[in-house]
């Protein structure tokens, strides 16, 4: 916690639709408050949303564009013995979603092959390298996973070669399209029908494996009661689509729900040997296990060297390979924090010398950076500074760099009105890469912060924290926090709840290394809190009397269950 002006912004809610909500489902006050808020205002959705039933609320695959071109298309290539490759993105949305199809096109009986572009020494996408050697290999049909739409020349390419192509991505749909592939799933296309545009390619993978599983099954390709169970895969499913940071809301909000009961549970032996090497007990993982111990592992595989290992971990059957690929891992992950912290450093230094804190936008760039730590880095300085931020490393005169964004500000629409600067860009709206000759960088700069100023006011600059409702401490309780969880998994596009209560007094303060204890009294309930962090980040003492912003979180001592409170964010 820093001592940063914030906004505190409480979320507005319709208290008649939150009352109803709570008389008729007979839930607490304050969980029918978040569900309206959160759109779930009725009971019906609001019931669903509870329940996130995987036969019940998942959409149907043939609603999204292109999935029945590529079912039909790579069931011939079952039926026919065709060599296929599953074709991934070096990040851990790509290495997981294409393990996913890996792992099924084995169990129902292929042999495909899986490529893995290298990030240093091939770039993100198709390359014409990686399809003559595909080709040199026989394969007839390559399926992306997180890339490919992008890639139109690559994409003819292939086709003129005698390959076919079916891309299953998620980015923003270039100007133009892969005319030539076999098969396009995208839910961006303008075309798609399919109603949650937020899946990830790991969530896009599982889709496609639900469409071909219906159509090998219509076909008769199962025996009758060997339809394979495709749930088990949701471990995998769930890797990608949390480490990500995709909304975990409808559609991800029902695929990860199940998939961390299978994460927790499964006996895949790259799942086990991940979890065992970052000391994860069975049956205890949860969306923040993902999201900072077993997402960063994989993920590092692609930054630091090369993320092929990620899709062999997690596809293979033997437990000493996989022990092996995650303490590699492991051991890249720590190597990843140590050059993340060197080039963070320098770009802070970068940023201080230039008084680039004063401006609306933050661009820095060097030679010499990893580019496996840009976005990283970026993250960084967005979380100090609240401005849209790209951080560029440069070898030769070609630089690549990664952007991280702010609420407000849209990073590949920026991007895209600096296009005549660029080499190339993509994206999302939050984050995004491009390519950059080193000459265009200070006029790139330039442009980027004025296309900030036009976007932005200055209210936007200043960090903000979302508050969910203000309470008084007679309204909480261990149960709620137990019934909060019904919420979760919690992560972007679905917050954890954030309470507000004013005029706290403290009654007690205890600091114990970079952890600080409090005693804290409103309207003679009192209750225990506490936050992490240098003492000196919250200048707090006792017989203060301050608002404090927190989440509920259930303490567990010596076989005692009690409620505390971890503190946000504090004011006078």
């Known amino acids: 916690m820093k001592d940063a002006l914030k906004r505190w912004i409480l979320k507005e809610a319709d208290e008649a639709s939150a009352a109803a909500l709570s008389r008729e489902l007979r839930l607490p006050p304050l969980l029918a408050r ?19 039933s995987l036969s019940a609320d998942l959409p149907s695959p043939h609603l999204l564009a292109g999935m029945d071109d590529a079912v039909r298309r790579i069931a011939r290539a079952l039926r026919d013995g065709e060599r296929v490759c599953v074709w991934g993105d070096y990040d ?35 390359s014409r390298q990686g399809i003559e050697h595909l080709r040199s290999r026989d394969v007839s049909l390559i399926i992306t996973v997180d890339c490919g739409i992008s890639n139109a020349d690559e994409v003819a390419f292939a086709r003129d070669l005698g390959m076919d192509v079916v891309i299953v991505d998620h980015h923003q749909l270039p100007e133009r399209l892969p005319d030539a592939a076999a098969a396009v799933i995208n839910p961006q296309r303008a075309d798609c029908a399919f109603p949650d545009k937020g899946l990830c390619a790991a969530g896009l993978a ?33 890797l990608g689509t949390i480490a990500d940071m995709v909304p975990l809301r409808g559609t991800n909000r ?52 090369a993320a092929v290992k990620v899709v062999e971990m997690l596809t293979t059957d033997s437990r000493e390979t996989a022990d092996a690929i995650a303490r590699e891992l492991d051991t890249h992950n720590r190597e990843r924090r140590e050059t993340e912290a060197q080039v963070l450093d320098e770009a802070l230094a970068q940023i201080e010398e230039q008084r680039l804190q004063d401006r609306w936008s933050i661009v820095v760039g060097s030679r010499g950076w990893h580019p496996g730590v840009l976005g990283i880095v970026a993250s960084r300085i967005v979380e100090r500074f609240h401005r849209p931020t790209i951080v560029i490393g440069f070898e030769s ?34 984050a995004g890469g491009l390519s950059i000759r080193e000459e265009s960088l200070a006029p790139f700069a330039e442009r980027f912060e004025e296309v900030a100023r036009e976007a932005l006011d200055e209210e936007d600059l200043l960090p903000y924290l979302d508050v969910d409702a203000e309470v008084d401490f007679a309204q909480l309780s261990l149960g709620l926090v137990r019934q909060m969880r019904l919420l979760g998994p919690f992560g972007v596009g679905n917050p954890e709840p954030v309470f507000q209560t004013r005029g706290v007094e403290v009654c007690e303060r205890r600091n114990f290394n ?59």
């Open 34 to 52: 978040i569900l309206a808020q959160r759109g779930f205002a009725d009971a019906d959705t609001a019931r669903r949303f509870l329940s996130s």
């Open 92 to 126: 851990v949305d790509g290495t997981t979603g294409a393990a996913v199809l890996v792992s099924f096109l084995r169990e129902i009986g292929g042999a495909p092959l899986f490529y893995i572009p290298h990030r240093i020494d091939e770039g993100y996408g198709m």
């Open 514 to 572: 970079r952890v600080s204890r409090f005693r804290l009294r409103h309207n003679e309930h009192t209750v225990t809190a506490v936050t992490f962090g240098p003492p000196e980040d919250l200048p707090t003492r006792v017989n203060d009397r301050v608002d404090i912003a927190y989440r509920l979180r259930e303490n567990e001592w010596q076989g005692t269950y009690a409620m505390e409170l971890r503190l946000l964010d504090v004011k006078a």
């Open 254 to 305: 029902v695929l990860t729900r199940r998939g961390l009961v299978e994460l927790g549970s499964s006996e895949r032996p790259g799942i086990a040997a991940l979890k065992e090497v970052v000391g994860v007990a069975p049956g205890t993982v949860d969306a923040g296990t993902v999201a900072f111990q077993l997402g960063p592992r994989i993920n590092a595989a692609g930054r630091m060297d």
């Open 206 to 238: 599982f889709y496609l494996v639900i469409g071909l599983r219906a159509n090998l099954r219509d076909a008769g390709w199962f025996e009758p009661d060997s339809v394979p169970d495709i749930r088990r895969h949701l471990d995998i499913v769930t």
């Open 397 to 430: 005169d070609e630089g690549k760099g990664s952007g991280r964004s702010i609420r407000g500000f849209h990073m590949v629409q920026a991007m895209r009105r600096c296009a005549e600067l660029l080499v190339r860009f993509g994206g999302h709206e939050y």
